[in-house]
C-alpha cells in the first residue's frame, strides 16, 4: 500500500468541501495555529443563516489560488459561501449585504492582511483604518470602509 500524501489528501478534502459549498453549509478553510479566525467566525455566523464547516488546511495558498483571491488581498481564512468567496476579516453586515444584493461580475469580497480592530482582531480600543473590497470579473472596487475611529459605510 502506498503512503498518502497529506497534499493530495488536502486537495481532496478542499474539493469534496467546496464541491458541496453552493447547497450546504459555509466552508472555512483556515491554517490550524491562528487563533483569529475561529474569533472571526463567532461574529459573523449569523450573517451565513447556518453553521460554517471548518477545514484545516496545511496549504492556504492552494485554496486561494483555486478561489481566485488576488495576491493583494489575502488574508488568513477563506470562506465559501452561497456561491461567493469571503476572505479574511470581512465585517457580517457586509457579508449579508453581499449576499442579499448578488451583485454582478463580483466573486467575493476580501479584507487584506488583518487590520486591528477588524471583527476577530479586536485589541482594546485601537482600531485600524481598512476597506471591504470586491473582487472578481468586474475587477476589484471598495465596497465598504472603515475608519480608524470606529466608523463604517457604504461604497
Keep these: 500500500m502506498l503512503p498518502v500524501r497529506r497534499p493530495l489528501f488536502a486537495l481532496a478534502a478542499f474539493a469534496a468541501a467546496v464541491g458541496t459549498a453552493h447547497a450546504a453549509n459555509p466552508v472555512m478553510f ?3 495555529g491562528c487563533g483569529c479566525c475561529l474569533k472571526w467566525l463567532e461574529q459573523v455566523k449569523a450573517s ?3 453553521k460554517a464547516v471548518v477545514v484545516n488546511s496545511k496549504d492556504m495558498d492552494a485554496i486561494k489560488d483555486k ?3 488576488p495576491q493583494a488581498l489575502r488574508s488568513c481564512h477563506t470562506v465559501v459561501v452561497g456561491g461567493y468567496v ?8 457586509d457579508i449579508a449585504r453581499l449576499l442579499r444584493e448578488k451583485p ?6 476580501a479584507v ?41 459605510h457604504a461604497h
Design 104 to 109: 454582478r461580475g463580483v466573486k467575493g469580497l
Design 48 to 50: 451565513f443563516g447556518q
Design 67 to 69: 478561489q481566485g483571491v
Design 30 to 32: 483556515r491554517d490550524a
Design 112 to 152: 487584506a492582511g488583518m487590520p486591528t480592530g477588524s471583527p476577530g482582531m479586536e485589541y482594546g480600543n485601537v482600531r485600524e483604518a481598512y476597506k471591504v473590497m470586491t473582487f472578481g470579473p468586474a475587477g476589484q472596487r471598495v465596497y465598504a470602509s472603515y475608519a480608524a475611529s470606529g466608523g463604517a
Design 86 to 93: 469571503i476572505e479574511g476579516h470581512v465585517p457580517a453586515k
